[in-house]
């Protein structure tokens, strides 16, 4: 069974930073678009970042330039560095391994944002 763990998030004040990363295990992980995602209270989950088995990065326009995606396949690891953080930051956040029709998720991250 694959295990995708999250890891770093916490509580920050705004304008802080935060780096989450997610560890995969009992996956091909260089073959998988890697994607973080949040989830407000009483939201929908929504994409925050994604990154191809290749390196190729997308990102929600709206977190461009403060957020930046980035992977160590050599560790199996997906990083999120998220800087300047606001409270509307706040959220759960996890870790997604998609691959066609195969699709893994983490348990998820807290991360809040409050002074």
Request: proline share 3%; net charge positive.
């Amino acid at each position: 069974q694959v295990h995708l763990v999250e890891s770093g998030g916490g509580l920050v004040q705004p304008g802080g930073s935060l780096r989450l990363s997610c560890a995969a295990s009992r996956i091909i992980f260089g073959v998988y678009i890697m994607g973080w995602y949040r989830q407000a209270p009483g939201k929908q989950r929504e994409l925050v970042a994604s990154i191809t088995s290749g390196g190729s990065t997308n990102y929600v326009d709206s977190l461009k330039g403060r957020f930046t995606i980035s992977r160590d396949n050599a560790k199996n690891t997906v990083f999120l560095q998220m800087n300047s953080l606001k409270p509307e930051d706040t959220a759960v956040y996890y870790c997604n391994a998609h691959l066609g029709n195969f699709n893994y998720w983490g348990q998820g991250t807290q991360v809040i944002v409050s002074s």
